[in-house]
């Protein structure tokens, strides 16, 4: 009974049948022959697996045939499957073709080298997936976990050190009353970032805006995170504002790419694309450096120069009972901040930015809105950009054209089987993603997908009222369920009030020779191929009204929305900043 139970369970029983058909005496004498008919029946076993499933070698075993409904999807390679796919610049736009195809836009079944997979392009299956506890979980990249990332918000595996870590960062980094504390810092960064912009214009005529955008992403996130902000246009630059620059964009690096043994181990002792373990081990101790001396600083810190607006290492600090972390677990999550907050809202800015200078008109009406909400003198605040429907219009559009994460960034792993309500089952252990651009962009769903028009969201044109914070799948570009993104209303606060003040500030247009590109490319956020350069022209008129009774140094200021500094060699400091913009503040009360 034992021996029929193995022989039906174990798919290797025909190794024990060969004696039978090769013959006992062959097998005794000829053992290269034995070699090579074990190998050729191994590989013809293999792609007789492949062929006759769905989705791929990864897929062997009838795994898309355990619902009602088979779940359709392209056989890929043999070994590699659908992997080429994924590893592309573009693979949001290669797992869309695939999808359509394979008739799978519902869900689609591929592999992606010996990792099975699934992918909806469809708001209903989506929010099923995203929103089903037993797709809590995330799949571990190698160098998320060799960058210690599993101990973070993001990769840690779903269950009470996850619901711990979330709930502290909701209740003391994402909350309203904490955005709005932190909204000072907000203003301050953009004020730098404007003044910024309108040197580089005066210098080179025209503005490359992501290395501003850049610059203000990470104070804001710094600011908040670790109450530290850098003067970013000191020319020669500051030591540790680099060092941190560098830290980032190596993890960046790292944590974008493709890593191919994550989905063929047997390559990892082989082949290192991009010699990742080294570069993992070499960051760590950078990283954990950084972050301790912050933390031991705030330790040292006199317990009376707390306040309201602490940032969120004081917050993690005194943490206390069961909610006390470990030092690494701390590091890990104040890493983990540091780097979804910045690329995420720079490059989501730079397309609407991109968007606007591609449609004046677009820009014009925004522009209108803006004075006529903030009035003629002052600049926008957090409470303006809530009553500005035209602004939110134009951030939903921009959500929806250039998702940040166009298949929701980081995927979902199945940690039991699941039956969706199509008749589709997805077995433990699959990798889940929503491809977020392909809903966006199906005509079945959105009217003319390739025309950016922000009216679609505008309610009072006749346009839709999305909740694009996960509430509805048509848009849901910060994902939904209990692993939505817990940054979203910091992040779309950011957006809406950079680019309500970069156009309130400067009008924008096309720079000569740099014509705007919207091609993209995907890397931990989907950016644009070509960083937007574009010339942005001082509202001058209406800035020098403003500045009237401004108390600043005449030949340091330009007329710029009553924002702008002239920059010169050694001036530029943070405290001159900030002093400016206490000014201007004043002069517009
Ligand atoms: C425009 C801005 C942003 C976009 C489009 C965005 C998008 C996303 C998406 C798609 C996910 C995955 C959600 C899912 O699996 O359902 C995510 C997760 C996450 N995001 Fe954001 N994000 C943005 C800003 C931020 C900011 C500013 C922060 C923090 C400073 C942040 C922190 C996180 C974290 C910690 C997670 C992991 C949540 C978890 O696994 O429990 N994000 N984000």
Not at 96 to 122: C, E, N, R
Not at 288 to 302: D, Q
Not at 460 to 480: M, T, Y
Request: aromatic share 8%; proline share 6%; hydrophobic share 45%.
């Amino acid at each position: 009974m034992a021996l029929i139970t193995y022989a039906t369970t174990d798919s290797n029983w025909w190794v024990l049948a060969l004696p039978a058909f090769l013959g006992a005496d062959t097998l005794r004498c000829d053992t290269p022959m034995l070699l090579l008919s074990l190998f050729i029946a191994f590989v013809s076993l293999g792609l007789l697996s492949w062929a006759l499933s769905p989705g791929g070698s990864a897929w062997s075993h009838g795994r898309a045939r355990r619902g009602i409904v088979t779940i359709p999807g392209p056989r890929g390679l043999p070994v590699f499957g659908s992997l080429f796919a994924l590893s592309s610049n573009l693979p949001h736009r290669a797992l869309a073709a695939l999808s359509a195809a394979a008739h799978a836009k519902p869900l689609m079944a591929f592999s992606i080298g010996s990792t099975p997979a699934v992918v909806s392009s469809d708001p209903a299956v989506a929010r099923e997936i995203l929103s089903h506890p037993a797709f809590a979980d995330r799949p571990l990249k190698r160098s998320a976990r060799e960058l210690m990332f599993s101990r973070a918000i993001g990769f840690a595996p779903s269950g009470s050190y996850w619901r711990l870590l979330r709930r502290i960062a909701s209740t003391h980094l994402f909350s309203p009353r904490r955005i709005a504390a932190h909204e000072p810092g907000r203003h301050a960064d953009c004020f730098a970032m404007l003044a910024a912009v309108a040197v580089e214009q005066r210098r080179a005529g025209a503005v490359r805006l992501r290395p501003h955008l850049q610059n203000a992403a990470l104070n804001n996130i710094m600011g908040s995170v670790f109450g530290r902000r850098y003067d970013v246009s000191c020319p020669s630059g500051i030591p540790e504002a680099e060092e941190l620059k560098a830290m980032v964009r190596e993890g960046f690096d790292l944590l974008g790419a493709f890593n191919w043994s994550d989905h063929l181990p047997w390559l990892a002792r082989l082949y290192d694309r991009g010699n990742v373990k080294a570069r993992c081990a070499a960051l760590v101790p950078r990283v954990s450096r950084f972050v301790s001396g912050i933390i031991a600083e705030h330790r040292l810190r006199n317990p009376s120069q707390k306040h309201a607006n602490d940032d969120f290492v004081d917050v993690l600090l005194s943490l206390d009972g069961h909610e006390k972390l470990e030092e690494d677990d701390m590091i890990a999550v104040l890493w983990e901040m540091i780097f979804r907050g910045t690329d995420t809202t720079a490059l989501l800015t730079e397309w609407a930015m991109a968007e606007l200078v591609l449609h004046p008109g677009v820009q014009v009406k925004l522009r209108h809105e803006i004075d006529t909400v903030v009035g003629p003198r002052c600049m926008p605040t957090d409470a303006d950009v809530a009553r500005m429907p035209y602004l939110q219009a134009v951030v939903k559009e921009t959500l929806r054209a250039h998702p940040p994460g166009p298949l929701l960034s980081w995927a979902r792993l199945s940690t039991a089987d699941v039956h969706l309500s199509n008749g589709m089952l997805v077995p433990a252990g699959t990798t889940a993603m929503v491809n977020m651009w392909s809903i966006a962009h199906d005509a079945a769903v959105w009217a003319s997908p390739e025309v950016f028009c922000p009216e679609r969201f505008v309610e009072a044109e006749g346009g839709a009222n999305v909740d694009v914070r996960g509430g509805d799948l048509r848009l849901a570009p910060f994902g939904a369920g209990r692993r939505v993104c817990p940054g979203k209303n910091l992040g779309l606060a950011t957006v809406g009030l950079w680019v309500a003040r970069l156009v309130h500030a400067f009008e924008w247009g096309p720079a000569a020779g740099a014509p705007v590109d919207l091609g993209e490319v995907l890397k931990l956020s989907l950016e644009m191929e070509t960083p937007l350069t574009a010339t942005a022209t001082p509202r001058r008129q209406r800035a020098a009204k403003e500045l009237g009774n401004a108390k600043v140094e005449k030949e340091r200021c330009l007329p710029v929305d009553a924002l702008t500094v002239s920059y010169t060699g050694g001036i530029a400091s943070w405290v001159y900043v900030e002093a400016l913009r206490a000014a201007v503040t004043h002069a517009c009360r």
